[in-house]
């Protein structure tokens, strides 16, 4: 197993304060918009996102949830692991509201499928949105694409890309590992 | 751990504390789940659940309907009553029968004992017991450790005394192995003639004092007497067991510290407890109701999971 070094911490920092600008220019004060970070490898972005909006740009109102897939996807028995669900956290109406999908990593787009399901459990959204940190091109399985994209990625399917942060795993850092 | 270490649900006694922590933590998603708008998952779309119900049943067998239909699992019931068990088909080439139109779990409700143990050996599903005889009926173990860790936190250490009759009771028997893999102790308090002989056995210790049991408790799980399952009179009459065994208000207002009440239904008002005991603050009753459809919805998905899908 080898690994590469996709993205440091200094460019990390620089994509994330980009994100955090695209998402101001299109939803201004998020007063019609919430954040949702996809359980598990979603919540740590959505978390520093929110802070860059908050601390940065002095955005006082912001929506922010967790929204759990593991009862929306398709590969249920179909693995060989039992899916392990996390906590669902949505405080807040979704109906009408802006949602932006927040997620590490973009594979094969089968997780957002699921997300896309999940949510309409809690209403009916005015428009959904993507954000992910990392774009893996050419591998989806689905018509699905990213609103704002962090890095694109090529990376062939025995390659795995990997987000570490500073708060779990005491580093900003994306590898890529070959098995 | 993500897996359940067994196939079937036919006992708190074949499951490790491991499973039911995983049990526990599945049944968080789900309760979050059915206090949504929109109360249902896709995940068993593509599986389908017989109900057998060879004994009557309300509360259980709708709550095992609610948490299938919640998941999106197919649902088909039988009962006994209206069934060819009468013209004297067995249990196994009923269950067979039933198999042969692609079921792939069966919960069952049966009067034997071990019925469901006997039927997951013969046959190609997997089975969750729904209660068979005097045995077990380990959901309703598993929803009451479940409701009694909401109230109190983490059961270790925690001392539960369960109430009445004992020996006719699966859910007795379902608690106290739940509340043992969980670290609690446990007691049992009720007439001699409905304890049975050999239960110290389990580590399970004697008070024949109601009072006494209450002091020494934090949880007291009040059972139903079960007057069809009596074959011959175990005590006098009912006026001198509610006189013993019945909790009322000024009772329970007497206790130097505050118990939980939990009883597993039907109550017999006026017998076991009291109305102003079965519907005060110290009661948890109905959020064992609803936690019994989350619980249910866990051990559903968790069991389902391990079937595999047709490709494999």
């Known amino acids: 197993m080898s690994q590469k070094v996709l993205l440091h911490a200094k460019e990390i920092d620089i994509i994330l304060n980009r994100l955090a600008c695209q998402l101001i220019e299109n939803h201004k004060d998020f007063k019609e918009t919430c954040l949702i970070g996809l359980q598990p490898r979603g919540i740590q972005l959505t978390h520093r996102l929110a802070e860059i909006l908050k601390l940065e740009t ?6 922010v949830g967790k929204l759990d897939l593991t009862f929306y996807r398709d590969d249920f028995r179909r693995s060989d692991k039992t899916l392990t669900a996390n906590t669902t956290e949505i405080d807040f109406i979704v109906e009408n509201k802006n949602v932006v999908f927040i997620d590490d990593v973009l594979y094969t787009g089968r997780s957002i499928r699921a997300a896309l399901t999940a949510i309409q459990s809690y209403g009916r959204p005015k428009s959904i949105e993507l954000l992910t940190l990392i774009d893996r091109r050419f591998s989806r399985h689905l018509p699905i694409q990213a609103t704002y994209k962090g890095r694109k990625v090529d990376a062939i399917d025995d390659e795995k890309v990997k987000v570490h942060w ?14 | 751990m993500s897996e359940l270490s067994v196939n079937h649900l036919l006992g708190i006694k074949y499951i490790t504390e491991e499973d039911i922590q995983l049990i526990f933590k599945t049944a968080d998603q789900f309760k979050e789940v059915i206090n949504r708008p929109i109360k249902k998952v896709p995940s068993l779309r593509d599986i389908t659940i017989a109900n057998l119900f060879f004994e009557n049943s309300t509360r259980t067998r709708l709550s095992f309907e609610l948490a299938e239909k919640r998941l999106s699992a197919d649902v088909v019931n039988f009962s006994a009553a209206s069934s060819s068990v009468n013209k004297g088909e067995t249990l196994v080439d009923t269950v067979n029968n039933i198999l042969s139109m692609k079921v792939d779990m069966l919960v069952m409700r049966h009067p034997q004992p071990g019925a469901g143990v006997f039927l997951s050996r013969k046959i190609n599903a997997a089975v969750i017991n729904a209660g068979d005889g005097t ?3 380990p959901t309703q173990g598993l929803l009451d450790t479940y409701s009694a860790r909401e109230k109190h936190g983490d059961l270790a250490g925690k001392k539960v005394v369960i109430v009445g009759d004992i020996s006719h009771s699966r859910v007795a028997l379902s608690n106290i192995f739940a509340l043992q893999k969980l670290g609690a102790q446990v007691k049992v308090c009720g007439p001699l003639s409905l304890i049975p002989k050999h239960i110290e056995s389990l580590g399970v210790k004697v008070e024949p004092n109601l009072r006494k049991a209450l002091e020494w408790c934090d949880i007291a799980n009040m059972l139903r007497v079960q007057n069809e399952r009596m074959d011959m009179p175990y005590f006098p009459n009912i006026r001198e067991y509610v006189q013993q065994y019945g909790l009322d208000k000024s009772l329970l207002d007497s206790l130097s510290k505050e118990i939980t009440i939990m009883h597993p239904g039907p109550i017999n008002r006026g017998v076991e ?9 110290h009661s948890i009753i109905l959020n064992q109701v ?17 079937i595999k899908s047709y490709e494999n």
């Open chain 2, 290 to 306: 609803e936690n019994g459809v989350a619980i249910r919805m866990a051990v559903l998905y968790l069991l389902a999971s391990k």
């Open chain 2, 135 to 137: 045995h077990e009926h």
């Open chain 1, 58 to 63: 002095e955005i006082d109102f912001l929506e």
């Open chain 2, 273 to 281: 407890m009291s109305s102003d005991v079965a519907d005060s603050d």
């Open chain 1, 166 to 179: 500073k708060e779990i795993h005491d580093e900003d850092a994306v590898y890529l590992v070959k098995n």
